[in-house]
T-cell receptor, first 116, second 115 residues
Framework: DTEVTQTPKHLVMGMTNKKSLKCEQH?????MYWYKQKAKKPPELMFV???????INESVPSRFSPECPNSSLLNLHLHALQPEDSALYLC???????????????FGPGTRLTVL | AQSVTQPDIHITVSEGASLELRCNYS??????LFWYVQSPGQGLQLLLK??????LVQGIKGFEAEFKRSQSSFNLRKPSVHWSDAAEYFC?????????????FGKGTKLSVKP
């Protein structure tokens, strides 16, 4: 099973709202990722968690706050977002945080976020 | 620094015709290369990957890709395209500098299929 699940599928929020995106995998992977994808663009890496610890933050604004409660779950807390933050947010996981010959990133279906 | 170039932004092929999507990479050593497909509004699905060994890699949905070191290319091919193959295709290279691994994506190629 190579499934990564994400909820919700769609989210509409105002600029003053607080919401959270959730990602889950049960493949025993120890690395999890958040990507942001704007229309007609490739995914852009936001955060990497390695063994439940934040290992990469690609200069993401503090209105995005990641959390990894355990090895299977990854959350992205959203607060005071801007309309330009509207995008598809993708979660991915891989067996190990370092790309090796046995490591591949598996992506979830994404959450389509609209900020009004 | 590693990079990936997909020269074609949009390609249209007729159903049943053959397909080749181009991907060029920049990296000094043998790269880890991937092709992903993304249907509209969906996540990315792995089609195939190359790490080492046989330079012709078979993937899912009838796709294959060939690694050519001399040309720094990893082109994706399919002998007969189906309407359901219409999607965005991303080539990616594994960035394994340091202790973290992540993917560097090309800008993508949109495939349209004519009936």
């Amino acid at each position: 099973d190579t499934e990564v699940t994400q909820t919700p599928k769609h989210l509409v929020m105002g600029m003053t709202n607080k919401k959270s995106l959730k990602c889950e995998q049960h493949m025993g992977h120890r690395a999890m990722y958040w990507y942001k994808q704007k229309a007609k663009k490739p995914p852009e890496l936001m955060f990497v968690y390695s063994y439940e610890k934040l290992s990469i933050n690609e200069s993401v604004p503090s209105r995005f706050s990641p959390e990894c409660p355990n090895s299977s779950l990854l959350n992205l807390h959203l607060h005071a977002l801007q309309p330009e933050d509207s995008a598809l947010y993708l979660c991915a996981s891989s067996q190990a945080p370092r790309v090796t010959s046995t490591d591949t990133q598996y992506f979830g279906p994404g959450t389509r976020l609209t900020v009004l | 620094a590693q990079s990936v170039t997909q020269p074609d932004i949009h390609i249209t092929v007729s159903e049943g015709a053959s397909l080749e999507l181009r991907c060029n990479y920049s990296y000094g050593a043998t790269p880890y290369l991937f092709w992903y497909v993304q249907s509209p509004g969906q996540g990315l699905q792995l089609l195939l990957k190359y790490f080492s060994g046989d330079t012709l890699v078979q993937g899912i949905k009838g796709f294959e890709a060939e690694f050519k070191r001399s040309q720094s290319s990893f082109n994706l091919r399919k002998p007969s395209v189906h309407w359901s193959d219409a999607a965005e295709y991303f080539c990616a290279v594994g960035n394994y500098g340091g202790s973290q691994g992540n993917l560097i994506f090309g800008k993508g190629t949109k495939l349209s299929v004519k009936p």
